[in-house]
């Protein structure tokens, strides 16, 4: 009696921690209609929340900053009248990445030397900096996160939904 009990519970044990399949979904997951909606909605609401909250950032600064076509702000009055580089055009940069509590992130400068326009790795807002400024001049974005490192964060320091500061040189 007492084996059969045995095999009985041994039974009912491994029947239990037989591993039921993964429900999560998968990375290739497409998302519905629903979803998409959502996503938008919820960037474009915290979009509007940063840019009102940067705006009374900038009211709070002596610097003066002035607002940029792809939704960003730069210190430099009139940037985009400036002649901008092209596609294929090369350029070598630095730049530096703070909070707008103006610490610094990382204490070295993140850099890139001979990189070709278009081919941009780094934040798009960065990019469009870069192609209006000329050797050795210096720009300070002010960054909404949507532009930044987004929903995700960088993985490192910088996390979700964070507005940025970027001094940025071109060498």
Excluded at 139 to 160: F, H, Q, R
Aim: hydrophobic share 35%; net charge negative.
């Amino acid at each position: 009696m007492k084996k059969i009990i045995y095999i009985t519970s041994l039974t009912a044990f491994l029947v239990s921690c037989v591993k039921q399949p993964n429900i999560h979904p998968s990375e290739e997951r497409t998302m519905t209609e629903s979803d998409l909606e959502i996503s938008k909605n919820r960037t474009k609401e915290l979009n509007d929340l940063e840019r009102l909250q940067i705006q009374d950032w900038i009211n709070s600064q002596s610097i003066k900053y002035y607002p940029m076509g792809m939704n960003y702000w730069v210190n430099i009055p009139n940037l985009e009248s400036k002649h901008r580089k092209n596609d294929g055009e090369k350029v070598s940069y630095e730049y530096y990445i703070y909070d707008f509590d103006r610490t610094k992130v990382y204490e070295t400068p993140i850099g890139n030397r001979d990189v070709i326009f278009g081919r941009f790795k780094e934040m798009d807002a960065i990019e469009d900096a870069i192609r209006y400024l000329e050797k050795g001049e210096e720009a300070e974005l002010l960054i909404p996160s949507v532009l930044a490192y987004g929903t995700y964060g960088d993985n490192k320091k910088i996390t979700n939904d964070t507005p940025l500061i970027i001094k940025v040189k071109v060498l």
